[in-house]
């Protein structure tokens, strides 16, 4: 197994590391198993997953390379997004009408999904449903929003355009010309729900096992055969691959690391801030996200401290100058918090498909992935755990709300970081370019 010395670093200095409490007890595996489901990564894909086929009385086996929420789920910005990217006429596009319709119907649930999983099961995770606001850069970027707003409403989402002067009220800065707001989202304390939902799972009946990277699959005569790297197995008539952006960790299957293109993005986080400053600042529950292409994300936690997210360096480094962007944005329209010393600076993986739609893989039989959540995984991958434990427990395929493909190996995956730095570049100037008051 390649230990990312850089990738555990980013976990280490995690405000949601600080902050998150007890990790939930996962001991390695120290003995060979059987079971009808394994599952490969402990993120919110595979613990949503395991807690959901448990629930329903399957034996499941979880293994994590270190421990639940390491990944891009224990030190994400902690907004629930409602949805996918797309809208219905591009989904159309790329899945056709029916497949569309129930994507977008699934999809337009997760954040009340993710809300209702939460609240059932009692995770404390200091979710607050305050709201999400996507901000617009550009009149001609607040127009579109308009359009998308109205389609959403339509299919009765609480969604509603705000103008620059509610933008200055809600988020506290003009640098904006407006917004959209949607009262389903709202945030939480990432690495907390990734172990509560852990906790829930084990309760249930799941079997997780951390510090376990897996450094080989193989098929057996009993079924697929997970080694982990001090030698003990687990056998299973499945196995579920939830990698993500960290598939490269053992690159247990092409289809899964070329599949995704990683990205790491950053967040830096101040020390409580004092009443006076927090008045004026997004209120807390509130998550807010930028339509640019090459976006920040900011909210403030349940101690008042402001964490703003960002584009940082494409190969992780944590030095001082990755933070770069964020402490740009952060001075662009909070020029107040500039000398606000910052207290954690962190990082992780994002890992994105060409098309920013999941990929759903089936990759050989009884061997799936779900895998490139682009970014936007809170709600989507805590609501997909009871999708995944359909497609797992064999609901056909034609009555899962997304569909089930092929790997699709990107080309040229191994031009990735050469590739990123150039989209990242194309994508500032167009941000550049929408910036029209
Ligand atoms: C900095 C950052 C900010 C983000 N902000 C937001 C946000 O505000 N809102 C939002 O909706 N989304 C956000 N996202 C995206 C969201 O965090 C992800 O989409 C989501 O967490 C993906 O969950 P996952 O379980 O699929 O993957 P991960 O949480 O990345 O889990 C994958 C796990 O697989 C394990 N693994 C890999 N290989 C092996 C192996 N061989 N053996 C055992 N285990 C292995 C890893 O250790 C890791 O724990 C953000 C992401 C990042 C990085």
């Known amino acids: 197994m390649t230990i990312i010395a850089v990738d555990d670093?980013?976990?280490?200095?995690?405000?949601?590391?600080?902050?998150?409490?007890?990790?939930?007890?996962?001991?390695p595996l120290q003995q060979d198993k059987q079971?009808?489901?394994?599952?490969?990564?402990?993120?919110?894909?595979?613990?949503?997953?395991?807690?959901?086929?448990?629930?329903?009385?399957?034996?499941?086996?979880?293994?994590?390379?270190?421990?639940?929420?390491?990944?891009?789920?224990?030190?994400?910005?902690g907004q629930v997004i409602a949805g996918l990217k797309h809208d219905l006429a591009e989904l159309e596009r790329l899945v056709g009408p029916d497949m569309?319709?129930?994507?977008?119907?699934?999809?337009?649930?997760?954040?009340?999904?993710?809300?209702?999983?939460?609240?059932?099961?009692?995770?404390d995770c200091d979710a607050v449903r305050g709201g999400w606001i996507q901000s617009s850069h550009g009149v001609g970027v607040l127009e579109e929003q308009k359009k998308k707003a109205e389609k959403m409403a339509a299919r009765g989402r609480a969604v509603s355009i705000l103008s620059k002067e509610e933008m200055i009220e809600r988020v506290g800065?003009?640098?904006?010309?407006?917004?959209?707001?949607?009262?389903?989202?709202?945030?939480?304390?990432?690495?907390?729900?990734?172990?509560?939902?852990?906790?829930?799972?084990?309760?249930?009946?799941?079997?997780?096992h951390g510090e376990t990277p897996v450094t080989n699959l193989s098929k057996g005569k009993q079924g697929w055969v997970l080694t982990a790297a001090n030698g003990m197995t687990v056998t299973a008539a499945k196995v579920l691959l939830c990698t993500n952006g960290y598939s490269d960790l053992t690159p247990l299957q092409n289809a899964t690391t070329r599949s995704v293109v990683p990205f790491y993005s950053y967040q830096m986080a101040t020390a409580p801030l004092s009443d006076n400053l927090l008045k004026s600042l997004?209120?807390?529950?509130?998550?807010?996200?930028?339509?640019?292409?090459?976006?920040?994300?900011?909210?403030?936690?349940?101690?008042?401290?402001?964490?703003?997210?960002?584009?940082g360096k494409?190969?992780?480094?944590?030095?001082?100058?990755?933070?770069?962007?964020?402490?740009?944005?952060?001075?662009?329209?909070y020029p107040r918090l500039d000398s606000v010393p910052m207290e954690s600076f962190w990082n992780g993986r994002v890992?994105?498909?060409?098309?920013?739609?999941?990929?759903?893989?089936?990759?050989?039989p009884g061997l799936g992935a779900a895998v490139g959540w682009n970014g936007r995984g809170v709600a989507m991958t805590t609501s997909m755990g009871s999708v995944l434990a359909d497609w797992l427990t064999d609901v056909p395929q034609?009555?899962?709300p997304m569909p089930i493909g092929t790997p699709r190996p990107i080309p040229f995956h191994w031009l990735k970081r050469p590739a990123a730095g150039i989209a990242v570049q194309w994508k500032s100037f167009l941000d550049k370019r929408e910036r029209k008051l």
């Open 173 to 208: 800065t003009d640098w904006y010309v407006g917004g959209l707001l949607d009262a389903a989202g709202g945030t939480v304390q990432p690495l907390k729900l990734a172990r509560g939902l852990a906790r829930a799972a084990q309760s249930a009946g799941a079997q997780i």
């Open 9 to 27: 670093q980013g976990f280490k200095q995690s405000l949601w590391t600080a902050t998150g409490g007890d990790a939930p007890d996962c001991p």
């Open 398 to 400: 034609q009555d899962l």
């Open 314 to 333: 494409l190969n992780g480094s944590l030095d001082q100058s990755a933070f770069d962007l964020a402490r740009q944005r952060m001075k662009e329209m």
């Open 351 to 364: 890992a994105v498909t060409t098309d920013s739609l999941p990929r759903l893989m089936q990759i050989a």
């Open 35 to 77: 079971t009808d489901i394994a599952i490969v990564g402990g993120g919110f894909t595979g613990l949503s997953t395991a807690l959901h086929l448990a629930e329903r009385g399957v034996s499941v086996v979880l293994l994590e390379a270190y421990q639940p929420g390491w990944g891009a789920s224990g030190r994400n910005g």
């Open 282 to 311: 997004p209120a807390q529950g509130l998550g807010v996200s930028e339509a640019r292409r090459v976006l920040s994300y900011y909210r403030i936690d349940s101690q008042g401290r402001f964490i703003m997210g960002a584009r």
């Open 100 to 123: 569309a319709r129930r994507m977008i119907g699934f999809a337009d649930k997760t954040a009340d999904t993710a809300f209702g999983i939460i609240d059932r099961l009692k995770l």
